[in-house]
């Protein structure tokens, strides 16, 4: 029978300790390190990164975009060549570029996107993930029940990817909360709940196509409704900020003759 795998944690927050706990229960080797949280049980607790990280052979890292890098920095001196350094963190590409050029030597960075919240699903969130050492983090991962996608490209694709669709879907609920806080303030919230549940469930590729075409073939006049939904926002004592990010973007495409 061969050995656990040997996983260090970095960041037992609410994602990291989900993890960690599948890791465990799946039969993984887990030693931990947070400033801030005291590892659950079967976690073995270590003092700091670079203890952590000294007989691992994946390191999760999973704090925060702003922790990343400083995370790296502290865990090199415990780091061993071979060690797969996985940044689960929602940091740009190139934070995740950085990384590689940190870890130069000491540790084979992947970037893996958490592509769906991790609470309730811990270890089983689907994962996308990219780097030199992407196929061998899924063969570490996949026998203990993790969901691996591996996404061809450097470190910075995976996420990349992630947050261009964040765009669209933090964008899309910042806009769905910014016009039913209209609707309530103008007495008609619940038609427009209707209305929009309606629109999204019978959303298609050739109903995304109308909305590309439409935006640029109609800017001009779709800036003037923009700007008439922003004032009525005022009126109704809503701050438009979404409102006003799409008058900003019809207007550019305007400006530009109705080409992006």
């Known amino acids: 029978m061969s050995a656990p795998l040997r996983v260090a944690l970095l960041g037992l927050g609410e994602a990291g300790s989900d993890i960690a706990a599948d890791l465990v229960a799946a039969g993984a080797d887990v030693r931990g390190y947070d400033p801030k949280v005291t590892p659950a049980g079967g976690i ?3 003092a700091d990164e670079a203890d952590a990280v000294r007989d691992a052979e994946l390191v999760l890292s999973v704090n ?3 922790d990343a890098l400083t995370a790296l920095t502290n865990a090199l001196p415990g780091l ?3 060690t797969i350094w996985a940044d689960l963190n929602t940091a740009s590409p190139g934070v995740k570029a950085e ?3 940190t870890a130069a030597g000491a540790a084979d960075v992947v970037d893996v996107a958490l592509m769906s919240p991790v609470p309730g699903k811990g270890l089983r969130t689907p994962m996308l993930v990219s780097g030199e050492a992407a196929e061998g983090y899924a ?3 996949r026998p203990l029940g993790a969901e691996v996608t591996v996404q061809p490209g450097p470190a910075g694709t995976a996420i990349s990817r992630k947050l261009l669709r ?17 609707a309530k303030a103008a007495g008609c919230e619940s038609w427009l709940a209707e209305d929009i549940a309606s629109e999204l469930a019978g959303f298609t590729e050739d109903s995304l196509d109308r909305l590309v075409d ?12 923009m700007a008439a939904a922003a004032e009525q926002l005022r009126e109704l004592e809503v701050e438009p900020r979404v409102a006003t990010a799409a008058h900003d973007l019809l207007a550019a495409i305007r400006d530009q003759g109705g080409s992006a």
């Open 99 to 101: 990384l590689v050029t």
């Open 44 to 46: 073995t607790a270590r």
């Open 139 to 141: 063969a570490m991962l």
């Open 214 to 225: 439409g935006t640029h073939r109609h800017a001009r006049r779709r800036t003037d409704e």
């Open 80 to 82: 061993a060549p071979g």
């Open 166 to 182: 964040s765009v669209f879907y933090k964008g899309l609920a910042a806009a769905v909360v910014e016009a039913l806080e209209g």
């Open 64 to 66: 925060s975009s702003h």
